[in-house]
């Protein structure tokens, strides 16, 4: 067996209709004998994921799953191997810079927090 990285999609529809379509992306591992089986295991995955609910202003939220958009097989899951990448272009190279510097911040207050 081998151990998946893969992507499942699901569109976001809310009852109160805003003008941006909404989808979560979420990137989960998956053990599998081949890329199709984890593609196939995924795929039941999400199809069992989908729900819908009411929110805080009981307004109908739906999660319906799109695909599985992506399965990457994993080399030696070992401290420290990389699981995942992307590459982000911007104009505004200090701002992302900020942005992901405040993320940082902001874990490691969240982990002192519960210490």
């Known amino acids: 067996m081998n151990w998946y ?3 499942l999609v699901f569109s976001i529809d809310r009852a109160d209709k805003t003008n941006k379509a909404e989808f979560d992306e979420q990137l989960r591992l ?3 004998g081949s890329v199709a089986d984890a593609y196939l295991k995924a795929k039941v ?3 069992k994921l989908q729900n819908g609910f009411y929110d805080e202003s ?3 939220v739906v999660w319906s799953f799109v695909d599985v958009a992506e ?3 994993l080399g030696d899951i070992e401290d420290g191997a990389e699981v995942y990448s992307s590459t982000h272009e911007t104009e505004e190279k200090e701002n ?5 510097r405040r993320k940082g911040m902001a874990i490691q207050a969240r982990s002192l927090f519960l210490c």
């Open 5 to 7: 990285l893969v992507k």
């Open 30 to 32: 998956v053990s599998a």
């Open 45 to 47: 995955m999400g199809q």
């Open 58 to 60: 009981n307004s109908r």
């Open 71 to 73: 399965v990457i097989l």
């Open 96 to 100: 992302f810079i900020n942005s992901v």
